[in-house]
């Protein structure tokens, strides 16, 4: 089974610190996903990664930046923490999109509270 | 821009009964990828269904099967015989393929299963 795994499962950090989330997948896929999931908003991308050191902007990237140095690893950075991005991050693999039917695995969640 | 809308935040099902989710999505493509995920109370979030929009036989998975209407752009989800590990938050989420990776969340339906 593919594993997905967050370094955290709570975190918390202050207003203005730089914060960092880590994600690490075993199953050698190419395409790597970090997203925000708040109550009534769904799951809303922020970045994608389609391969090392490649990235493309979500949905909402602003305040986010990322970090992919090695296939395995997709990381995202809060470059200023503000209680605005307090949430739940989630991180996600998937294999390429030339196999357009393969799913996403998702991670167990980074429970982020910025105070 | 695809969008995908689940019309109930909340529902509730007694064990071993049958309930539907519905999902709900625009696009202008033909070929395309529909998913639901599950994502039970603080656990990992899983896929548990998928269906390919050229296939016209609508997915099964054991007691999970989907109704899709292309021309209505509606795929709703069954749970028949439901249990109460089936509590969980649902999401139905679109795919398009080609060099989109991008997966268009739903914001959610909670489904608790009661005995």
């Known amino acids: 089974d593919v594993k997905v795994t967050q370094s955290s499962r709570y975190l918390v950090k202050r207003t203005g610190e730089k914060v960092f989330l880590e994600c690490v997948q075993d199953?050698?896929?190419?395409?790597m996903f970090w997203y925000r999931q708040d109550p009534g908003l769904g799951l809303r991308l922020i970045y994608f990664s389609y391969d090392v050191k490649m990235k493309e902007k979500g949905d909402i990237p602003e305040g986010y930046s990322v970090s992919r140095e090695k296939k395995e690893r997709f990381s995202l950075i809060l470059e200023s923490a503000s209680t605005n991005q307090t949430s739940m991050y989630l991180c996600?693999?998937?294999?390429?999109?030339?196999?357009?039917?393969?799913?996403?695995?998702f991670g167990d969640g980074t429970r982020l509270s910025i105070l | 821009a695809q969008t995908v809308t689940q019309s109930q935040p909340e529902m509730s099902v007694q064990e071993a009964e049958t309930v539907t989710l519905s999902c709900t999505y625009d696009t202008s493509e033909n070929n395309y990828y529909l998913f639901w995920y599950k994502q039970p109370p603080s656990r990992q979030m899983i896929l548990v269904i998928r269906?390919?929009?050229?296939?016209?036989q609508n997915a099964t998975e054991n007691r999970f099967s989907v109704n899709f209407q292309k021309a209505a752009k509606s795929f709703s989800l069954k749970i028949s015989d439901s249990q109460l590990g089936d509590t969980a938050m649902y999401f139905c989420a679109f795919y398009s393929g080609g060099s989109n990776y991008k997966l268009t969340f739903g914001k959610g339906t909670l489904l608790t299963v009661n005995p």
């Open positions: 996600a693999s998937s294999l390429l999109a030339g196999y357009s039917n393969q799913p996403q695995h």
């Open positions: 269906q390919e929009a050229y296939k016209q």
């Open positions: 199953m050698d896929h190419e395409n």
